[in-house]
């Protein structure tokens, strides 16, 4: 088990919920990190929040329910709350700095999907190496590049020069699994510590 006492010491003076982001473009693999992650996290008796970005329009509710019914009437947030459970719609949209400040004495971690503008450490995973340069033009603060292709070694070396220099971060072939959970752990972990 993880000690959480460390960060929540100086965390409680500032009122921070360590954050940890998952980025890349459609079908990069995200979801399926994120679950794994969480995972592990919560093995180690972390209390694991998330937040995903949708960059679609979507339903706050299914048609004909009360919540939505209440919803299309003019309210601007609802909750639906039973014995082992709780859902807050808004309707509007919140910022990753405002979801994690609402998190903020109820989760020990938050992992974010998504949210590429945000300033949060980020992990990155990249279907074609090519989407590296475009990452980099959207987002910063990444740790650790995810390839499904192979490895940074694999690249032309003149690429590597092109690159800008908050490209660093150690990029891992997706198909050794064992060692991109391990790390991404290894990440997530010290942001705790590190608050």
Request: hydrophobic share 40%.
């Amino acid at each position: 088990m993880y000690s959480k006492l460390a960060w929540r010491d100086t965390g409680a003076m500032n009122n921070v919920v360590p954050v940890l982001q998952i980025i890349g473009y459609k079908n990069s693999g995200k979801t399926t990190l994120a679950c794994k992650l969480i995972s592990e996290l919560t093995a180690c008796g972390l209390r694991v929040g998330s937040a995903k970005h949708d960059a679609h329009e979507f339903q706050l509710d299914d048609d004909g329910t009360d919540s939505q019914r209440h919803l299309s009437h003019g309210a601007l947030e609802t909750v639906l709350t039973s014995k082992s459970a709780t859902r807050v719609m808004s309707q509007a949209p919140m910022t990753l700095d405002e979801i994690a400040s609402s998190m903020y004495g109820r989760v020990d971690i938050l992992i974010a999907e998504g949210f590429k503008s945000a300033r949060y450490p980020k992990i990155a995973l990249l279907r074609e190496l090519d989407e590296q340069q475009k990452l980099l033009c959207e987002a910063s603060n990444i740790r650790l590049w995810i390839s499904w292709t192979g490895t940074g070694e694999e690249r032309d070396p003149a690429s590597l020069s092109e690159l800008p220099s908050n490209s660093t971060a150690p990029m891992l072939a997706l198909k050794d699994e064992t060692t991109v959970i391990k790390s991404a752990l290894h990440l997530a972990l010290s942001l705790l510590s590190s608050i």
